[in-house]
C-alpha cells in the first residue's frame, strides 16, 4: 500500500488547483445546459436529454486526460520522478498512484452531469445507475491514455495531445451528431475508436434496450482500458529503468 | 584502517557515441564531504545517478557500504538518498507533506515519518513553514525541503546534485552553513560548479572534466599541486625605473598599482629594494593561487587536448 502516499499527493495537487477542478467538473455541466437551452424547441433526436447525457459525460472524460497527462509529464520534467525512482515504489504502484485519484473527479463529473441532465427533462430512474456503471469502462479509457501520454510525452507535446483528444472526442463520440447519419471515414474512424461506443452503450440503456444492448459497445471500450493501462505499465516500466 | 563509504573503480558510461564518464575511480572516506567540482557535461551528474542506481553504469563496478551497486540496488537504495539538481518538491503539498510523501513512499512507519518530519524541518530551518505550501516558498526555502526530504529517509550516504544552483548569494550561504551542519553525520558526495563552494565546503574534491577526474585532493593540496603564478601588488606615487629593472619578475603598472607576477616572489628581497631606491609605499598585497585558477588552468589544459 505504498502507493497511497503518492495517490494521496495526485489527489492533493488535482484539488488544490481550482481551475482544474472548476474545468473539468463545471464545463460539461454548463455545455450540458447550454446545448439544451440552444436546442430547446428543436425536435431532432440528437439533441433530446437521454441523447445528449451520454455525449457530454464522455466528452468531460476527455478532460481527465489532459490533467493526468499534465502531472505525469511534469513530475517526469522537473527530476520528481527522478527523486521517487530511489524509493521501493513499484511501476505498478506508480501507475495506481498516477490513476486512482482521477476516478472521484470522474464520478463528480457523472453524477453533476446527471443532476443537470435532470433539469432538461431526464428522468430519474434505475437506467441512471446502470448508465453511471456502464461508463466506468470509458471513464478508465481517458485515464489511462493520460497515464499513456503522461509517461511517453514531454509537458508541451501533452498540452497538445490532450487538446486534440477533446477535439477527438467532441467529434467522433457522435456526441453532438449521430454518426452513422455522416457515414463514412467519420462513422469508421468514430466507431474505431472508443468514445462513440461509450456514448452508445449508456445511450442504449437510457433507452430501455437494457445491458444486452451495450455489451458490444463495452467490450470494445473495455478491450481499449486494458490495452491502455498495459502499455502504461509497460512505458512506466521503461521509464523508471531508462 | 580507514573504511571507505564509497569505492568505484572503472566506473564508465556511454550514451551512444558519447562517453558521459570514463574510467571513473573514486574513494570516499565514511562521514566524508567529498565534492565533484566541473563545468556543465562533466560528468557530475551522471557519476551520482550511477551510484544511487538511478542508471547503470557501462563498465566497471561501485561499491556503496559493501553494496554493490549492479548487483545489490535495493539494498544501496536503503542506505542512501539523493536531493536531484532541480528542486523536485510536490508543489501543491505543505511542506511536511511533502515530508511525508517520502517517507511513506520508502515504507518508514507513520510515528517514525512523524519524529522525522520534526527533526530535518528543525535542523533545515523551515520548521516554522511546516504547513505553507511548496509553491509559496523561496528558492533557497525549497532547495532546504528538497535535502530535508532526502534525509527524511535517514541515509547513511547523501547525494547533493548541485545544491546550490541558481541560489542568490545570501540563499547560497545559508544553505552551506546547513551542509556544514550535516558533516561527520553523513557520506555527502556533493557536486557543484561553484568552486568557492567546493572550497568551503569539502574535506576533499575531485576537478572533473570531459568525464574524467584530472585533479583529486583537498582544497590545499590541490592548489598547492598548482605552480601558478603569485601576484605581489605594490600601490604608491612613484615608482623610479632603476627600482623596476631591479625587479626579476614579470611587470605591469595601472597608475599607481604596480604588479609583479611569477611563480615564486621573494617578498623580503621586494622590500629590501623598496628600502634601497627609496620608493615611497602606500600599499602592499599578495594574490596566491586560488582553487579558481587551478581551476581554470586545469580545465583549460583539458581543452588544449
Known amino acids: 500500500m505504498r502507493f497511497k502516499y503518492l495517490a494521496g499527493r495526485t489527489m492533493k495537487e488535482i484539488y488544490r488547483d481550482p481551475i482544474t477542478v472548476i474545468l473539468g467538473v463545471l464545463m460539461p455541466v454548463l455545455l450540458l445546459l447550454l446545448f439544451s437551452t440552444l436546442m430547446g424547441d428543436n425536435e431532432l433526436d440528437q439533441f433530446s436529454p437521454d441523447n445528449l447525457l451520454p455525449g457530454i459525460v464522455v466528452f468531460s472524460?476527455?478532460?481527465?486526460?489532459?490533467?493526468?497527462?499534465?502531472?505525469?509529464?511534469?513530475?517526469?520534467?522537473?527530476?520528481?520522478?527522478?527523486?521517487?525512482?530511489?524509493?521501493?515504489?513499484?511501476?505498478?504502484?506508480?501507475?495506481?498512484?498516477?490513476?486512482?485519484?482521477?476516478?472521484?473527479?470522474?464520478?463528480?463529473?457523472?453524477?453533476?452531469?446527471?443532476?443537470?441532465?435532470?433539469?432538461?427533462?431526464?428522468?430519474?430512474?434505475?437506467?441512471?445507475?446502470?448508465?453511471?456503471?456502464?461508463?466506468?469502462?470509458?471513464?478508465?479509457?481517458?485515464?489511462?491514455?493520460?497515464?499513456?501520454?503522461?509517461?511517453?510525452?514531454?509537458?508541451?507535446?501533452?498540452?497538445?495531445?490532450?487538446?486534440?483528444?477533446?477535439?477527438?472526442?467532441?467529434?467522433?463520440?457522435?456526441?453532438?451528431?449521430?454518426?452513422?447519419?455522416i457515414g463514412g471515414v467519420f462513422e469508421t474512424v468514430g466507431y474505431a475508436l472508443p468514445f462513440a461506443h461509450g456514448v452508445d452503450a449508456a445511450r442504449a440503456i437510457l433507452a430501455g434496450r437494457g445491458i444486452a444492448g451495450s455489451v458490444i459497445d463495452l467490450v470494445w471500450v473495455l478491450g481499449y482500458a486494458v490495452v491502455l493501462f498495459l502499455v502504461g505499465t509497460v512505458s512506466f516500466r521503461r521509464l523508471l529503468r531508462s | 584502517m580507514v573504511e571507505f563509504a564509497i569505492t568505484a573503480q572503472g566506473l564508465t558510461k556511454s550514451f551512444k557515441d558519447l562517453v558521459a564518464v570514463d574510467?571513473?575511480?573514486?574513494?570516499?572516506?565514511?562521514?566524508?564531504?567529498?565534492?565533484?567540482?566541473?563545468?556543465?557535461?562533466?560528468?557530475?551528474?551522471?557519476?551520482?545517478?550511477?551510484?544511487?542506481?538511478?542508471?547503470?553504469?557501462?563498465?566497471?563496478?561501485?561499491r556503496l557500504l559493501g553494496y554493490d551497486i549492479k548487483e545489490q540496488r535495493e539494498s544501496v537504495r536503503r542506505v542512501t538518498n539523493v536531493s536531484p539538481q532541480e528542486n523536485a518538491v510536490a508543489p501543491h503539498l505543505s511542506v511536511r507533506e511533502n515530508l511525508v510523501l517520502i517517507g511513506g513512499s520508502y515504507g518508514l512507519e507513520r510515528s517514525v515519518i512523524n519524529r522525522r518530519c520534526e527533526e530535518y524541518m528543525e535542523m533545515m530551518n523551515i520548521a516554522d513553514r511546516a504547513k505553507s505550501q511548496a509553491k509559496t516558498l523561496s528558492g533557497g526555502l525549497q532547495r532546504r525541503l528538497s535535502i530535508a526530504m532526502a534525509l527524511i529517509t535517514?541515509?547513511?550516504?547523501?547525494?547533493?546534485?548541485?545544491?546550490?544552483?541558481?541560489?542568490?548569494?545570501?540563499?547560497?550561504?545559508?544553505?552551506w552553513k546547513l551542509i556544514l551542519g550535516l558533516k561527520g553525520e553523513k557520506t555527502i558526495l556533493l557536486t557543484t560548479h561553484y568552486l568557492?563552494?567546493?572550497?568551503?565546503?569539502?574535506?576533499?574534491?575531485?576537478?572533473?572534466?570531459?568525464?574524467?577526474?584530472?585533479?583529486?585532493?583537498?582544497?590545499?593540496?590541490?592548489?598547492?599541486?598548482?605552480?601558478?603564478?603569485k601576484e605581489l601588488t605594490l600601490i604608491g606615487r612613484d615608482f623610479p625605473a632603476e627600482f623596476k629593472s631591479a625587479l626579476p619578475y614579470e611587470i605591469s603598472q595601472v597608475g599607481e598599482r604596480l604588479t609583479l607576477s611569477g611563480a615564486k616572489i621573494d617578498v623580503d628581497r621586494v622590500i629590501e629594494l623598496i628600502g634601497l631606491h627609496g620608493v615611497s609605499l602606500e600599499g602592499i598585497s599578495m594574490k596566491e593561487p586560488s582553487l579558481e585558477d587551478v581551476y581554470l588552468h586545469l580545465i583549460g589544459k583539458e581543452g588544449e587536448r
Open chain 2, 23 to 62: 574510467d571513473l575511480d573514486l574513494k570516499i572516506k565514511k562521514g566524508e564531504l567529498f565534492s565533484l567540482l566541473g563545468p556543465n557535461g562533466a560528468g557530475k551528474t551522471t557519476t551520482i545517478k550511477m551510484l544511487s542506481t538511478l542508471i547503470s553504469p557501462t563498465r566497471g563496478d561501485a
Open chain 2, 154 to 175: 535517514d541515509p547513511e550516504i547523501l547525494f547533493l546534485d548541485e545544491p546550490t544552483l541558481g541560489l542568490d548569494p545570501e540563499a547560497r550561504r545559508e544553505l
Open chain 1, 61 to 181: 472524460y476527455a478532460f481527465l486526460t489532459m490533467f493526468s497527462a499534465l502531472l505525469l509529464a511534469k513530475d517526469k520534467e522537473q527530476s520528481f520522478l527522478t527523486r521517487l525512482r530511489t524509493s521501493p515504489l513499484r511501476p505498478t504502484d506508480y501507475v495506481l498512484a498516477y490513476t486512482l485519484p482521477y476516478i472521484p473527479i470522474a464520478i463528480v463529473q457523472t453524477f453533476l452531469c446527471m443532476a443537470a441532465a435532470l433539469l432538461i427533462g431526464v428522468t430519474i430512474s434505475l437506467h441512471m445507475l446502470t448508465v453511471f456503471v456502464i461508463l466506468i469502462p470509458t471513464m478508465l479509457v481517458s485515464i489511462g491514455l493520460g497515464l499513456v501520454f503522461g509517461v511517453l510525452l514531454t509537458e508541451n507535446q501533452v498540452s497538445a495531445a490532450g487538446s486534440f483528444v477533446l477535439v477527438i472526442a467532441s467529434l467522433f463520440s457522435g456526441a453532438w451528431m449521430d454518426l452513422r447519419m
Open chain 2, 196 to 229: 568557492e563552494e567546493a572550497d568551503q565546503l569539502s574535506d576533499r574534491l575531485s576537478i572533473m572534466s570531459g568525464g574524467r577526474i584530472i585533479a583529486s585532493g583537498t582544497p590545499d593540496e590541490i592548489k598547492a599541486q598548482f605552480e601558478g603564478k
